[in-house]
Structures are given as C-alpha cells and as structure tokens.
C-alpha cells in the first residue's frame, strides 16, 4: 500500500526496481507479452505504462472515475484492457496512448478484465454477480454468466481460447464453454472466497489462491484436486503462471511473495502445444484425492523453491540459515578431528606392534 511499484530480479543479489509515480495503493501490474512495457493500475483511478529499466518512466492514463482493480496486455501487445470501480472496461492503444472504447453493462464494481489468446474476445468479473464475455470488434456483450452466488473476483481464458474459469466469494471455481456457453467444471474445495487463479500454459492445470491461505492445484483433465499448499499465514490474494510454467508466485496478506517450483510432468519446451479442456465433466468436485503439502512461512519477500517434491517452496529465515550453516562448518570441524584421531590411533597400533615384535625378539635371543 506503498503505492510504489517493485520489479524483482530471481538471481540472487541483484538489484530490484522501485517505480514511483501512483499517488494511492497499486492494486494491479501486467507485463506486455514482449516484456517491455509494464502496465499498472491504482486507487488513484489511473493506469500507468512503465518502461521496466532502472529509471522507470511511465505514461500515465487518466482512466477512470473510480479505483482501477484490473490491467491487461493483448497477445499482440497493441491494446490494453482495464476495469475499474465504475462499473466500466475500457480499451486503450498502447503504442498510440490513447482510449478506443468503453463496455458498461456491469452494475457493480468491475474486478477483473482479459482478453482471449488470439485478442477477439474479453471476458470479464463483477461485484454484480455476473461473468460477461464481449466481442472486441462489435463492441456487444455476447453472453452473460450468473451462476455465482457471490461477487465474482476473478475470471481468465484457458490458453486454448476455448473456455473461461472465473473464481467467486463463493468459495467456488466454475469453468464455461466460451462457445456453447455451458458450465463444465465446478470446483467447490476452498473454505473461504477464492481471490485469483491462473492456467498453467499447457491448459492441463489451474491454480488458486483463497482467504482460506492455501493455495490449490486442480488437474483439469481429470477434474480432481492434486495439491493444497500451505504458505500463507493470511488470505492468499494472487497466484500467477510464469510464461513457460515452470514457476508460479503467490501474494497474500501476510506481506509475503512466494515463487513455487511447479514440478509437473510437462516439457516446458513444449507448452505452446495446448490441450483442450475436457467436454465435460459431470457434478461439483468435492472430498477428491489431494496431497497436503505444509509450509513454515518465513519473512522473505521473494522466494524460491528448487526441492524435488511437488510445489514445495522455500521459506527459510536468515537466522535459521545461518545456524545451518554454523552447524555444517562444526560438522566438519568434528569431521577432521575424528580423521586425525583415526590416523593417530593408527600410529599407535602400528607402534605397538613393533614393539610387541621387539620383545619376542629380545626373549629369543636371550632364551638358552
């Protein structure tokens, strides 16, 4: 609530970015697909494009007359789309700086707008309890969604294009056809209001962050839970995909950022090959199979996980670190004294022994 924005580095010890500029809370930030322009949006109800290198210039776009809660990027780069507490999404060119058009047929607070894979669609979540899919080139919302029974937090397309999962105060995760507009997944496995989900790139996987503080890896080929990860010691309020899906990083309440390694039997070389989603899978996914994986929190504000079990991050104070490292260099220490000590008492057998040869000597000689 800094209203700063911090573009971290994964290598260790090198530097991050601090952009300054939004004069309330950041509530949104999104790369372009290229990666060269970073879009962020505030309470202060305006939109700005940064250009990430060290000294952070930016564009700012008065936006909207109410708090900007979404910011996103084109496949093409070209266009952006944000939806704001004004009930509106509006459309702007990001190489031209300028506003195209505005969709209002929310009645409440707009949580999150996104445009499909190949651009032609947006979908996007509202305070009002609905999911709206609109065409981009007419400008018409195509279909509306209203089987939420909560507000609708946060919505995003399947890589394919094909369908939409959209997460809700519910404590529900639904996934709908985009084209026969039917509901083929319903996920109820959260305890508390679902805030955030993301694809894996190869379509196979869905992850979500709940209030709830866990974090869930849904296998959507089969319809079936296979992680709850605990981290958080608070509401968990965003979760992402990295681009090749190796990585993902969550936010939560607990002023922790947590990057997980994703360990999924996927060639990440190959995730541009995306699965479809199953047709169909009947019934509302409840007490499946899952594994339980707990993690102790620590106070790092990026961290990453190379462990060979699934989704298991790190999170290991620095005063536990270095008492491991204390511990290994007396391990050592006491390594190399046994070493000696096993050299010396060596010597000492070997010394024995020449002497116990000595003395049958001696009485040989001297025996008549």
């Known amino acids: 609530m800094d209203s700063c924005i911090m573009v971290w580095h994964m290598k260790p010890q090198t530097r991050a970015y601090r952009y300054t500029g939004h004069k309330d809370a950041v509530t949104c930030v999104n790369y372009s697909p290229s990666g060269h322009l970073l879009a ?14 060290v000294k952070g210039e930016s564009t700012v776009f008065r936006a909207h007359t109410g708090t900007v809660r979404s910011v996103h990027f084109c496949s093409d780069g070209q266009s952006l789309v944000t939806a704001s507490d004004d009930k509106t999404i509006k459309v702007w060119s990001t190489h031209r700086q300028k506003f195209l058009f505005s969709l209002s047929q929310h009645i409440n607070w707009v949580r999150c707008a996104r445009f499909s894979p190949d651009g032609r669609l947006i979908v996007s979540a509202s305070d009002d309890k609905t999911v709206k899919l609109w065409d981009k080139t007419s400008r018409e919302c195509v ?31 639904k996934v709908w056809d985009v084209r026969t507009h039917r509901l083929l997944q ?9 805030n955030s989900l993301s694809f894996h790139p190869s379509g ?18 089969e319809g079936r839970l296979l992680y709850t990860l605990h981290g958080h010691q608070g509401p968990a309020n965003c979760v992402a995909f990295s681009r090749t899906g190796e990585y993902f990083a969550s936010g939560g309440s607990d002023e922790q950022v947590m990057v ?12 541009t090959k995306v699965k479809k989603p199953p047709a169909m899978l009947g019934g509302t996914s409840r007490n499946l199979p899952e594994t339980d994986i707990a993690v ?30 204390h511990i290994v260099g007396q391990l050592d220490v006491l390594t190399q004294t046994v070493s000696i000590l096993e050299q010396r008492l060596t010597l000492t057998e070997d010394k024995l022994k020449q002497c116990l040869e000595n003395q049958q000597l001696i009485m040989q000689g001297t025996t008549p």
């Open 204 to 221: 196979n996987y869905l992850v979500t962050a709940s209030s709830d503080s866990t974090l869930k890896i849904l296998d959507l080929m």
């Open 143 to 173: 279909y509306s969604y209203c089987e939420h029974s909560g507000f609708v937090t946060y919505v995003d397309f399947h890589p394919s294009g094909s369908c939409i999962a959209a997460a809700g105060m519910d404590n529900t995760v």
């Open 296 to 325: 102790a929190a620590g106070r790092s504000t990026s961290q990453e996980s190379m462990q060979s079990q699934p989704q298991e991050p790190v999170s290991v104070p620095q005063t536990l670190t270095s008492t491991l490292e």
């Open 186 to 194: 319903h996920y109820q496995l959260h305890s508390a209001p679902v």
């Open 260 to 271: 997980w390694k994703s360990n999924f039997d996927v060639n990440f070389g190959e995730v």
């Open 40 to 53: 962020s949006g505030s309470r202060d109800k305006t939109v700005r494009i940064w250009v990430p290198n």
